[in-house]
């Protein structure tokens, strides 16, 4: 924490190309080609990317500010990067159905599937700041973070309850005009599973030219994938030292519920 080096001076815009990153991974990957009607490919990767800003751009992410709480420290900005995801599994087969293998009519279905699952992204909890700052900075889009209570186990905070993704009593409102120490990215939000489906039929019809036929289900599982949650824990503006009650709330989700549909082409 540090009291602001001089509290007279207004807005200050201040931008330098001093950002900093690392990405180490382990990447491992096994295929089947095509053969005897069947291929499967899977993939797992173990990475961690460390960086000391999200971006430049608001808009680029959701889970933290792009400006650091102190630009006079960078170094305590360093952390796990907004989008490090530390282990990602995908998989995907094409199965040739043997059902009426011998009937060239009727031959041709083929399914398909495609698995896909990581692990969730950090996110930094945070105080609600509208045009003002608790630790005293004017910086456009700069953010405040909270304390975190002496002797918090940060395995113990993430609750994994959507309506009450992490455990709010653990943080406090610093002292105005001091910043806060919890670390930035200093949570995970949820994890991704998804499957995708689809069972295609090639029909021949004259030369190369083939009709296909497909059914396409998004979702399989229909599986809610959860945002990142709600991050300002407090509402640094006013003295009430009482967790927001919409701290930790999911309010939507990264994808759609499941959906079906079906299609002709013409391949030629």
């Not at 961690?48 to 971006?55: I, L, P, R, V, Y």
């Not at 975190?148 to 959507?162: A, E, L, N, W």
């Not at 979702?219 to 991050?231: C, H």
């Amino acid at each position: 924490m540090g009291l602001r080096r001089n509290p007279n001076f207004g807005a200050i815009d201040y931008r330098t190309s001093d950002g900093r990153s690392t990405y180490n991974s382990l990447q491992t990957g096994l295929m089947k080609r095509f053969s005897a009607g069947h291929q499967v490919q899977v993939s797992y990767t173990l990475s961690k990317t460390m960086d000391n800003g999200d971006a430049q751009l608001g808009m680029d992410t959701v889970n933290g500010s792009t400006y650091p709480q102190n630009p006079y420290n960078l170094d305590a900005e360093w952390a796990a990067a907004s989008f490090d995801s530390r282990h990602v599994f995908t998989a995907n087969g094409t199965w040739e159905l043997p059902a009426f293998h011998d009937n060239a009519a009727l031959r041709g279905w083929q399914l398909n599937g495609v698995l896909m699952m990581r692990s969730g992204y950090p996110f930094s909890p945070s105080i609600q700041t509208i045009n003002w700052s608790r630790a005293g900075s004017l910086g456009g889009g700069a953010e405040d973070r909270p304390n975190v209570k002496p002797g918090t186990d940060p395995r113990k905070i993430v609750t994994g309850d959507p309506n009450h993704w992490f455990d709010t009593s653990v943080f406090e409102l610093q002292p105005q005009g001091t910043f806060g120490s919890t670390p930035r990215n200093f949570l995970r939000g949820p994890g991704f599973a998804n499957v995708d489906a689809s069972l295609t039929k090639n029909q021949s019809l004259k030369g190369d030219t083939k009709l296909q036929f497909r059914l396409e289900v998004f979702n399989v599982l229909n599986r809610a994938n959860f945002a990142t949650p709600t991050r300002p824990v407090f509402a640094g503006a006013t003295q009430n030292e009482a967790p927001l009650a919409t701290a930790g709330q999911i309010l939507r989700t990264v994808n759609s519920s499941r959906q079906v549909q079906l299609g002709v082409k013409v391949l030629f």
